[in-house]
């Protein structure tokens, strides 16, 4: 912008401050967007796992759908039945009630506990994932704040900066008309001197 178009136009120069700070405004924003998005994602996830977890019944017969009896549980009830049946063989109880009971509660006993084992797994799983949320949350929670103030701050500026061009013209017209009094007041009291433009320029010294 020129000196004369800056001097005719005193509110372009605002409105191009203007225009700076929605760039580096917007630029910041865009910077900082992603995570508060981030946040508000992993907001949702929580929400849905809080909801599943104030239900733990319903959580459970869920994951008990997917349990499948492990390879290593399987080969425990294997040998736990082989030493059964050995155990029985040599105390001469082969085929009595008591004793096929006994060695299927240890066969049960085993697949309850690696049932056990699983929903436990799925459980560290579930709250680890939880866990990472919740970090996620936070810093989307922490990006939101910061880019509200950043908004909050933009306008402010922008306030002044709107206001400041609307009434640039007046305030150029009224330093103009403030300058030219305060000439005009020195010409008349013969402040501007004697040189060849001043009032004292008219003023007799004495001299005939």
Request: aromatic share 8%; proline share 3%; hydrophobic share 30%.
């Amino acid at each position: 912008m020129s000196m004369l178009s800056s001097f005719l136009h005193p509110e372009r120069g605002y409105a191009a401050g203007q225009g700076q700070l929605d760039r580096y405004y917007n630029q910041g924003q865009g910077y900082q967007q992603p995570y508060n998005q981030m946040g508000q994602q992993a907001g949702q996830g929580l929400n849905t796992a809080m909801g599943r977890l104030m239900d733990p019944a319903s959580l459970q017969n869920e994951w008990s759908q997917g349990y499948e009896t492990s390879p290593q549980a399987l080969q425990a009830q294997e040998l736990a039945k082989q030493q059964g049946l050995n155990a029985m063989s040599a105390q001469g109880v082969m085929g009595s009630t008591p004793a096929l009971q006994a060695m299927q509660a240890g066969e049960s006993q085993i697949g309850l506990n690696d049932r056990q084992n699983y929903l436990d797994n799925l459980m560290q799983k579930y709250q680890a994932g939880i866990g990472i949320g919740q970090n996620m949350y936070g810093v989307g929670a922490s990006t939101a704040g910061q880019m509200g103030q950043n908004a909050m701050n933009m306008g402010e500026n922008s306030a002044g900066m709107a206001y400041g061009q609307q009434n640039a013209p007046g305030q150029m017209f009224g330093q103009l008309a403030s300058t030219a009094g305060n000439l005009g007041m020195q010409y008349a009291t013969g402040g501007m001197g004697q040189g060849n433009f001043g009032r004292g320029a008219w003023t007799t010294t004495g001299d005939y």
